[in-house]
């Protein structure tokens, strides 16, 4: 996996956009204490990084996107970044996985990525809290059941349709960001690409 | 265009579902006397608490971004509600706005782990209600005010 100057200044353009909105409006989602604030971070977050994937359908290139937004989530100031770090790493590398399945960066191939890539926010706190925090499972799982008891307004005793409840909002969110991103990489290679042909004409003229 | 509008229309109901959740702690002040009792509660064991109960029991103190809060230790508490700290899985406390923050039998056996009642100036304000945790040195979320029920799993 070798990328050239242009491809990687592309993927540093992608993850620094990534970076910048994980920065800013991570840290204000967390000020304003948006409920699932980690989640919504996540499918903006995989829009971009799909959006650059389509743009540049290069294999590896949405891990290393993740990898830089990442590297740039460490300026964040005054917040907690090693778990948003590891959570970026995460989904930037599970979305590359599922695209390296479909081979192509195809429209399903895109949807599964940012379902997937989102639907692991759900997990990460099982991950991530007993390292960093100590926390043990249970509470964790306590903890999951609580949130989406508020989100459905039900009982938290019943864990099966909450479970498939957070489950569902999780791959619909990252389906859409999957989405927005065929859309806009789609419309951002068309451009280029004709951007260029253009260049290339003025240039035989 | 159809298809953004398509898109607009589900974020926003998505964004909707997902603001429907309580925030964090409670920010409406609940008045009256269902707020100014607590109930500790597990299993087939039930106890309710009002302030005067909590201090005829033994009091503690712990302190809480800058502001030192006098109250009973959790697991003085849940003793006194007939539990046995030692069998606890978690504990939960439950704000009045249906907030919720899960402990580890570690954190809320913890000597500094108190529910308060009253600050060393004075009493609690509005926005804390008539009971709080207040869990030192942990994240505000889990510094739950509002408080007005424990809910204890074994």
């Known amino acids: 996996m070798k990328f050239n100057t242009r491809e990687l200044v592309t993927m540093a353009v992608f993850g620094s956009l990534w970076g910048v909105v994980e920065i800013g409006l991570g840290s204000l989602f967390h000020v304003l204490d948006i409920p699932m604030s980690g989640t919504l971070m996540a499918a903006i977050g995989l829009s971009i990084a799909l959006t650059g994937r389509i743009f540049l359908p290069r294999k590896g290139s949405t891990f290393f996107t993740g990898v830089i937004a990442s590297i740039l989530k460490l300026f964040s100031i005054g917040s907690v970044v090693i778990a948003p770090m590891i959570g970026i790493l995460s989904e930037a590398l599970i979305a590359e996985l599922v695209l390296t399945l479909f081979r192509r960066p195809t429209r399903p191939a895109v949807l599964a990525a940012g379902g997937m890539g989102v639907l692991y926010t759900l997990l990460h706190p099982f991950i991530t809290n007993p390292i960093l925090y100590g926390r043990g499972i249970f509470v964790i799982w306590l903890d999951l059941l609580d949130r989406g008891a508020r989100l459905f307004g039900l009982d938290s005793g019943v864990w099966l349709p909450i479970v498939l409840g957070l489950a569902g909002v999780h791959l619909i969110l990252g389906i859409l960001a999957g989405w927005i991103a065929w859309g806009v990489g789609s419309a951002l290679r068309t451009r280029f690409a004709g951007s260029h042909l253009m260049m290339q004409n003025s240039y035989k003229q | 265009m159809k298809k953004i509008s398509t898109l607009l229309l589900v974020i926003a109901v998505l964004l909707g579902a997902c603001s429907q959740a ?30 005067e109960d909590l201090q005829a029991l033994e009091a503690a103190q712990a302190e809480f971004k800058g502001v030192t809060y006098t109250g009973v230790q959790l697991s003085s508490l849940l003793r006194d509600a007939g539990f046995d700290p030692a069998q606890i899985q978690a504990v939960k406390a439950v704000a009045s706005d249906g907030f919720t923050a899960n402990y580890e039998p570690e954190l809320a056996n913890k000597a500094d ?40 799993i074994q």
């Open chain 2, 22 to 51: 309580a925030p964090e702690g409670s920010s409406v002040p609940e008045s009256g006397a269902a707020a100014s009792v607590l109930t500790v509660k597990g299993g087939d064991l039930e106890k309710t608490y009002s302030v």
């Open chain 2, 113 to 152: 782990t108190i529910v308060a009642y009253a600050t060393v100036d004075g009493g609690l304000t509005a926005e804390d209600g008539a009971f709080r945790m207040v869990l030192p040195g942990q994240e505000g979320r889990l510094n739950v005010r509002q408080l007005v029920e424990i809910q204890v």
